[in-house]
């Protein structure tokens, strides 16, 4: 029989796929963390140049304690996301280690047994049973056929009742490492998902990363923005200062009788 599509199929893509993933979030992470960098420390230059008593950007008071005030927030922001996105990344990488590691508890083909023939005898039967569930205790000393059609339609029968319970919980892990609901999961694969307390503990935790990676996103457009206003606000007040005053219009004078 060929591989299960939700088992041993997409268990085999799991385990093979993790390390590059891991990898792909590691450059992400890796550009993510150089673009606050940069944005942090353009805005801890700018609050220097502002700060400084002969520097060379002027502008109004109000308008340079609003600058500062600003630029100071980009800086916290950039470094809370930066803290946050570091324990995000930590928890990301576990939780796919271990999406792995459940996954590879997946990894054997299941042989669908051939239908039972009338016509075979006490040794073929014997024979089909041992060579597909080597590892099941089968009668011995025996020739009775009806004893053996019996084990062997009972061996079948469970090994097609495991495998197709191995298939709900496979189906189950995937929801769990979601942060899916378990009647979510159930819902997503139209069939009830067994209860399992590890899979409480997965979805807990990736309910968790979720947060995490939110919250690094948030700070990391608050950062990225208030540094776009500071500037966009400086380099209005600069350019308006630096345009030429016009001369006030005056007129011919004329001498008083």
Not at 242 to 250: K, M
């Amino acid at each position: 029989m060929a591989l299960k599509p939700l088992t041993e199929q997409q268990a085999a893509l799991i385990t093979k796929a993790t390390p590059e993933q891991i990898r792909v979030a590691g450059q992400a992470f890796a550009e993510t963390v150089q673009t606050v960098v940069w944005i942090v420390g353009l805005c801890s230059a700018l609050i220097a140049i502002l700060a400084a008593k002969d520097s060379p950007l002027q502008v109004a008071p109000i308008l340079r304690n609003g600058l500062v005030v600003a630029l100071a927030g980009a800086v916290l922001a950039g470094v809370a996301q930066r803290l946050i996105r570091q324990v995000a990344q930590e928890k990301h990488n576990t939780i796919l280690l271990q999406f792995r590691s459940h996954a590879s508890a997946f990894l054997f083909e299941f042989v669908e047994a051939p239908e039972l023939q009338e016509f075979w005898t006490a040794a073929e039967i014997r024979e089909q049973m041992l060579r597909l569930w080597p590892e099941v205790q089968v009668p011995q000393a025996t020739d009775d056929i009806a004893v053996w059609r019996k084990a062997y339609q009972h061996v079948n029968e469970s090994s097609v009742k495991y495998h197709k319970t191995r298939e709900t919980m496979f189906q189950t892990m995937i929801g769990a490492f979601e942060g899916k609901s378990a009647e979510e999961a159930a819902a997503a694969f139209a069939q009830k998902s067994p209860e399992n307390v590890a899979f409480e503990v997965v979805r807990a935790a990736t309910r968790s990363l979720h947060k995490w990676q939110l919250a690094a996103g948030i700070l990391y457009w608050v950062t990225s923005l208030l540094f776009a206003a500071a500037v966009v606000a400086l380099a209005a007040s600069v350019v308006a200062q630096s345009r030429p005053v016009a001369p006030a219009a005056t007129g011919p004078v004329t001498a008083k009788p």
